[in-house]
């Protein structure tokens, strides 16, 4: 009796290997890859980064150099592929504020740190926020979702993982067939203009 117990355990735990041995990876993507060529991904994880300078530095360097930056987003049972928005040369583009996210010391916010953006109000910011129309009237359909991250270079990229992870969760509820675009941006810190000479100084050169 008592070894029949032992061989029924034993037999339980052997397939309880075997079917976590089977489990496959999920795999979700958002952003255009701009190639069907595997060979010219370039996958790349927060945690090799010190801050976020060297992320959008690397992503940056890799775009020019005929490449495709990829960040890879893992959990124990999924991984989300990040095809960021990135041009070697510039392009004349200005999204209107809505679409910003703003870091500081791992917190995320709104256009101009206006308001901190809270996990469970990402579903609403995604719909209202982050949709992205061709034309100024909000009553047509949106050509996709689009959200510029932004940050001085030298935050912590801790936090920008965390909302990564739980915008990329919420958008896929959606189960919508537009994409979802991610760009990564540098927040230029303010420099004052010199201030103005007076007329009277002026007058006496």
Same mark, same amino acid.
């Given at each position: 009796?008592?070894?029949?117990i032992?061989?029924?355990? #034993?037999? +339980?735990?052997?397939? %309880?290997l075997?079917?976590?041995g089977?489990?496959?990876?999920e795999?979700?993507e !958002?952003?255009?890859?701009k190639a069907k060529?595997d %060979?010219?991904?370039?996958?790349?994880k927060?945690s090799?980064?010190?801050d976020?300078?060297?992320l959008?530095?690397?992503?940056?360097e $890799?775009?020019c150099?005929?490449?495709i930056?990829? $960040?890879?987003v893992?959990?124990?049972?999924l991984?989300?592929? +990040?095809?960021? +928005?990135? !041009?070697?040369?510039?392009?004349?583009f200005?999204?209107?504020g809505k679409?910003y996210?703003s870091?500081e010391k791992?917190?995320?916010?709104?256009?101009?740190?206006?308001? /901190?953006i809270?996990t469970?109000?990402l579903?609403? $910011? %995604?719909e209202?926020?982050?949709t992205?129309y061709?034309?100024?009237? /909000?009553?047509?359909?949106?050509? #996709?979702?689009?959200v510029i991250i932004?940050? $001085?270079?030298?935050?912590?990229?801790?936090g920008?993982?965390?909302f990564l992870?739980?915008l990329?969760?919420e958008?896929d509820? %959606?189960?919508t067939?537009l /994409?979802?675009?991610?760009?990564f941006?540098?927040?230029?810190?303010?420099?004052?203009?010199?201030?103005?000479?007076?007329?009277?100084?002026?007058?006496?050169?």
């Amino acid at each position: 009796m008592v070894k029949a117990i032992i061989f029924t355990k #034993y037999l +339980i735990f052997l397939m %309880l290997l075997v079917s976590c041995g089977k489990h496959e990876r999920e795999v979700k993507e !958002y952003g255009m890859p701009k190639a069907k060529n595997d %060979l010219l991904n370039v996958s790349l994880k927060f945690s090799e980064f010190k801050d976020y300078g060297m992320l959008i530095d690397r992503i940056k360097e $890799i775009t020019c150099n005929d490449s495709i930056p990829k $960040i890879v987003v893992e959990n124990k049972y999924l991984t989300r592929n +990040i095809f960021p +928005i990135e !041009y070697c040369e510039p392009m004349i583009f200005d999204p209107k504020g809505k679409h910003y996210v703003s870091f500081e010391k791992g917190k995320a916010y709104k256009d101009g740190f206006s308001e /901190e953006i809270q996990t469970n109000s990402l579903s609403r $910011i %995604l719909e209202n926020d982050f949709t992205h129309y061709l034309t100024s009237n /909000e009553s047509e359909k949106p050509e #996709y979702y689009m959200v510029i991250i932004e940050s $001085i270079r030298n935050e912590k990229l801790i936090g920008i993982e965390k909302f990564l992870s739980a915008l990329t969760l919420e958008f896929d509820k %959606l189960e919508t067939t537009l /994409e979802l675009n991610i760009g990564f941006w540098e927040v230029v810190p303010y420099i004052s203009p010199p201030a103005l000479k007076n007329d009277k100084q002026i007058d006496k050169k």
